[in-house]
């Protein structure tokens, strides 16, 4: 069987259902699998399977060690009457392009498609076939605790995965005053025994770092174990059982390209992702490895674009000023992915990814050689959208299309007309959030004055778009909040050892 180990060594091998209940490597880097793409996806066969049945296709060449059976139950429960649309992910037509919705998950966000799943993932992973070697080992990893740094939307769509899942529990920290109101109360409103929410003072980069040297702490990890039979894992993209389920959609687009007829077998799509933490867009280069004729995949990024100045210079540095935008989940500066698309694209060379991941963490920036950002280049393009340009993009979208996008998929918009793109491909955006999730935001670049409450902004947005509130943003209105606790990065450990024994209880 294929077996997974770090960015930075080969040392330790592990299969799919322990590299998925264990998150992240202990040596800090991220799970990989040498076989990508010795298994392809027969992606002529797709045109008129149902996303279920493309997903079964897929995840079995990501993910080995899990049965069919296994599999199946995992889909079937995650895509179903849970998302609005019965094509999960459905492609519609924008002007000369494409847009692919994502966010018809019960949180209105793309994260669904992924964390809808995980959870059935790891329920699937036990203690005795995560590593146990004795008796001690399977009572030591009774209980699965999720740690989640969320720039705005991962947290939502991980608490609604995981809540009252048995044997789990999940922790979000979100940076208090820096995600969207609607993305608060949804988060601070959740129900359920066993999760808890926090907003940390600091940004989604503070916290999210403070969260990878929580599952470095070795010293925590044993007193976890020891007292309650907790390990801890991550909901976040650097698992790669969330990264997984995200290669699909770009099968499932391409399916419905070839299906309507726009497209031959075989000819190549261009995608343009809003991107952050470089996950979503990592899976579109899994799916072109697993065989999908992808032409470039597109790096959109908010004013934050270290990745765009990454992609190119060749200089990766976070020494920058920090901006608080109107896409809050693409407020991003250490962007984690990436270290996997820098293993795979220096052919697996764990030394240098340890080295650079070291003055990453030492001097806040690494240079990556020519010759691998020549390769890089090849598949990635890159452009971003400063605030105005955001705005510009949502309005000029809506008076071209009449098709409303949030500031997230307006970064993608804006792109399209700044990037050349393969020739004569079509160009498909993926749309990664409703514009419900932003309605002030959206409501202002459509040059309506916006009024005090999100709620009546989402009802004059739908009354000038005709497009449907979704039931679970309407819902939020005049919810009290469970979670009000605000606490200091240094903290955090301290929060997690609370909430480990009170999930415990
Ligand atoms: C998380 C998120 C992104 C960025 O995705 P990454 O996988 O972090 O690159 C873009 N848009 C929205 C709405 C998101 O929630």
Redesign the pocket.
Same mark, same amino acid.
């Given at each position: 069987m294929e077996l997974f180990h770090s960015t930075r060594s080969t040392n330790i091998q592990v299969t799919a259902k322990q590299a998925i209940r264990q998150g992240i490597a202990d040596d800090g880097g991220l799970f990989v699998n040498d076989s990508l793409g010795k298994t392809l996806v027969d992606v002529e066969s797709l045109p008129g399977k149902s996303y279920q049945e493309i997903a079964l296709e897929v995840l079995s060449a990501l993910l080995p060690d899990f049965t069919e059976d296994e599999l199946q139950s995992c889909i079937q429960g995650a895509y179903g009457s849970n998302f609005k649309d019965e094509d999960i992910t459905p492609l519609k037509s924008l002007g000369m392009n494409y847009v692919l919705e994502l966010f018809h998950g019960p949180t209105s966000?793309?994260?669904d498609v992924a964390l809808q799943i995980l959870p059935r993932f790891m329920a699937h992973t036990t203690a005795d076939n995560a590593q146990a070697e004795s008796q001690e080992d399977l009572d030591a990893n009774k209980r699965v605790l999720i740690l989640t740094a969320t720039?705005?939307?991962?947290g939502k769509a991980a608490l609604e995965g995981f809540a009252d899942v048995d044997s789990t529990g999940i922790v979000v920290f979100y940076p208090a005053g820096q995600v969207s109101e609607v993305q608060r109360l949804q988060m601070v409103t959740q129900s359920g025994s066993n999760v808890g929410v926090v907003a940390v003072r600091g940004n989604f980069d503070d916290a999210q770092s403070s969260v990878k040297r929580i599952f470095g702490d070795a010293d925590l990890a044993s007193e976890l174990a020891a007292s309650s039979g907790t390990r801890l894992s991550s909901a976040n993209?650097i698992n790669v059982g969330r990264l997984v389920p995200q290669v699909v959609y770009y099968f499932a687009a391409y399916a419905q390209l070839l299906f309507t007829q726009e497209i031959n077998f075989g000819d190549e799509v261009d995608f343009i992702v809003?991107?952050?933490?470089?996950? !979503?867009?990592l899976a579109g280069y899994y799916a072109k490895r697993l065989g999908l004729p992808v032409g470039k995949l597109v790096v959109a990024s908010d004013k934050n674009n270290v990745l765009y100045d990454f992609l190119t210079t060749g200089v990766y540095d976070r020494n920058r000023e920090f901006f608080t935008t109107i896409s809050p989940?693409?407020d991003?500066l250490i962007s984690s992915n990436l270290e996997r698309m820098l293993y795979y694209f220096s052919d697996g060379d764990t030394e240098l990814i340890s080295r650079l991941m070291n003055d990453l963490a030492t001097t806040g920036r690494y240079e990556v050689p020519g010759e691998i950002m020549e390769k890089i280049r090849s598949v990635f393009d890159c452009g971003w959208a400063d605030e105005d340009q955001v705005r510009t993009a949502i309005a000029e979208c809506w008076n071209d299309n009449h098709y409303v996008i !949030?500031p997230?998929t307006a970064c993608a918009y804006h792109v399209l007309s700044t990037t050349e793109g393969t020739p004569t491909a079509p160009r498909v955006i993926l749309s990664?959030?409703s514009p419900y999730k932003f309605p002030r935001a959206v409501l202002e670049a459509l040059g309506q004055t916006a009024p005090s409450s999100d709620f009546e902004c989402m009802e004059d947005l739908h009354a000038l778009s005709g497009m449907d509130i979704p039931e679970n943003l309407r819902s939020l209105e005049g919810q009290s909040a469970r979670f009000t606790d605000e606490i200091d990065v240094a903290d955090m450990p301290d929060y997690v050892r609370t909430m480990a024994a009170r999930f415990a209880e």
């Amino acid at each position: 069987m294929e077996l997974f180990h770090s960015t930075r060594s080969t040392n330790i091998q592990v299969t799919a259902k322990q590299a998925i209940r264990q998150g992240i490597a202990d040596d800090g880097g991220l799970f990989v699998n040498d076989s990508l793409g010795k298994t392809l996806v027969d992606v002529e066969s797709l045109p008129g399977k149902s996303y279920q049945e493309i997903a079964l296709e897929v995840l079995s060449a990501l993910l080995p060690d899990f049965t069919e059976d296994e599999l199946q139950s995992c889909i079937q429960g995650a895509y179903g009457s849970n998302f609005k649309d019965e094509d999960i992910t459905p492609l519609k037509s924008l002007g000369m392009n494409y847009v692919l919705e994502l966010f018809h998950g019960p949180t209105s966000a793309f994260k669904d498609v992924a964390l809808q799943i995980l959870p059935r993932f790891m329920a699937h992973t036990t203690a005795d076939n995560a590593q146990a070697e004795s008796q001690e080992d399977l009572d030591a990893n009774k209980r699965v605790l999720i740690l989640t740094a969320t720039s705005g939307d991962t947290g939502k769509a991980a608490l609604e995965g995981f809540a009252d899942v048995d044997s789990t529990g999940i922790v979000v920290f979100y940076p208090a005053g820096q995600v969207s109101e609607v993305q608060r109360l949804q988060m601070v409103t959740q129900s359920g025994s066993n999760v808890g929410v926090v907003a940390v003072r600091g940004n989604f980069d503070d916290a999210q770092s403070s969260v990878k040297r929580i599952f470095g702490d070795a010293d925590l990890a044993s007193e976890l174990a020891a007292s309650s039979g907790t390990r801890l894992s991550s909901a976040n993209s650097i698992n790669v059982g969330r990264l997984v389920p995200q290669v699909v959609y770009y099968f499932a687009a391409y399916a419905q390209l070839l299906f309507t007829q726009e497209i031959n077998f075989g000819d190549e799509v261009d995608f343009i992702v809003p991107t952050g933490n470089f996950g !979503d867009i990592l899976a579109g280069y899994y799916a072109k490895r697993l065989g999908l004729p992808v032409g470039k995949l597109v790096v959109a990024s908010d004013k934050n674009n270290v990745l765009y100045d990454f992609l190119t210079t060749g200089v990766y540095d976070r020494n920058r000023e920090f901006f608080t935008t109107i896409s809050p989940s693409m407020d991003i500066l250490i962007s984690s992915n990436l270290e996997r698309m820098l293993y795979y694209f220096s052919d697996g060379d764990t030394e240098l990814i340890s080295r650079l991941m070291n003055d990453l963490a030492t001097t806040g920036r690494y240079e990556v050689p020519g010759e691998i950002m020549e390769k890089i280049r090849s598949v990635f393009d890159c452009g971003w959208a400063d605030e105005d340009q955001v705005r510009t993009a949502i309005a000029e979208c809506w008076n071209d299309n009449h098709y409303v996008i !949030d500031p997230h998929t307006a970064c993608a918009y804006h792109v399209l007309s700044t990037t050349e793109g393969t020739p004569t491909a079509p160009r498909v955006i993926l749309s990664t959030a409703s514009p419900y999730k932003f309605p002030r935001a959206v409501l202002e670049a459509l040059g309506q004055t916006a009024p005090s409450s999100d709620f009546e902004c989402m009802e004059d947005l739908h009354a000038l778009s005709g497009m449907d509130i979704p039931e679970n943003l309407r819902s939020l209105e005049g919810q009290s909040a469970r979670f009000t606790d605000e606490i200091d990065v240094a903290d955090m450990p301290d929060y997690v050892r609370t909430m480990a024994a009170r999930f415990a209880e």
